[in-house]
Structures are given as structure tokens and as C-alpha cells.
């Protein structure tokens, strides 16, 4: 359940261009370069943003199988559903699909 909705999350289209693994590295060095003069404030943002970088770089290079978490969703997402009382427009809401719901049996007409 967890890992098919963190892989919808991280394989959801964002806006703007694709950053790649050297646009990574060289945001990095500007933010190294920029850390000794930054406003403590300043320093704060820079560090996060530093951390962020660094996570999205070393998931870069990784792969998931997205046809095998949804074929376990599938599996298990109705009585999932059922036992948390959770809707159809909440599995929407959260990026799944019509159609893998439709394959789960989860119906429309809970709200």
C-alpha cells in the first residue's frame, strides 16, 4: 500500500523542465559556494535545500517497478479500503488512478 503510493508520488510529472544528475551537482556547488557568506536565516534555507538535493540525487539513478506495487495494491486496496473506511474520492485524491481502482474494486458511489 505505503510503497504504490510513495511511487505515484515520486513519479508524478512536476512542472518545468527535468533537472538532471549534472544540474544537481552543479545547484550544489553554487549552494556550498553560497553557505560561508549566507545570513543565518539564509544558511538555514541553503543547508534544507542542500539536503534535498542530496536525496534527490542518490534516488536519481534508481528505478521502480511501478506495474508490480500496483499489481499488489490491486490485490489488497479493497478490504484495505473497507477496514479504514476509506472512499473512492480519497484514493483520487492522492493520485490513484480511475482504472487502478476500478481493477481493485473499489466502486464510485462511496464518497
Same mark, same amino acid.
Given at each position: 500500500?505505503? !510503497?504504490?503510493?510513495? !511511487?505515484?508520488?515520486?513519479?508524478? *510529472?512536476?512542472?518545468?523542465?527535468?533537472?538532471? =544528475?549534472?544540474?544537481?551537482?552543479?545547484?550544489?556547488?553554487?549552494?556550498?559556494?553560497?553557505? !560561508?557568506?549566507?545570513?543565518? @536565516?539564509?544558511?538555514?534555507?541553503?543547508?534544507?535545500?542542500?539536503?534535498?538535493?542530496?536525496?534527490?540525487?542518490?534516488? %536519481?539513478?534508481?528505478?521502480? #517497478? &511501478?506495474? +508490480? &506495487?500496483?499489481?499488489?495494491?490491486?490485490?489488497?486496496?479493497? #478490504?484495505?479500503?473497507?477496514?479504514?473506511?476509506? %472512499?473512492?474520492? !480519497?484514493?483520487?485524491? =492522492?493520485?490513484?488512478? +480511475?482504472?487502478? @481502482?476500478?481493477?481493485?474494486?473499489? *466502486?464510485? %458511489?462511496?464518497?
Amino acid at each position: 500500500m505505503r !510503497a504504490y503510493l510513495e !511511487a505515484l508520488e515520486t513519479s508524478k *510529472p512536476r512542472r518545468g523542465r527535468k533537472r538532471t =544528475v549534472e544540474t544537481i551537482r552543479k545547484k550544489l556547488a553554487e549552494i556550498e559556494n553560497g553557505l !560561508a557568506s549566507a545570513s543565518p @536565516l539564509n544558511r538555514l534555507h541553503l543547508v534544507q535545500e542542500r539536503r534535498n538535493l542530496e536525496a534527490e540525487l542518490a534516488h %536519481s539513478g534508481q528505478s521502480v #517497478d &511501478l506495474a +508490480a &506495487l500496483e499489481k499488489d495494491f490491486v490485490r489488497v486496496a479493497k #478490504d484495505y479500503s473497507a477496514r479504514k473506511g476509506l %472512499s473512492y474520492s !480519497a484514493w483520487r485524491a =492522492v493520485g490513484v488512478s +480511475a482504472r487502478v @481502482l476500478e481493477k481493485a474494486g473499489i *466502486p464510485r %458511489s462511496r464518497s
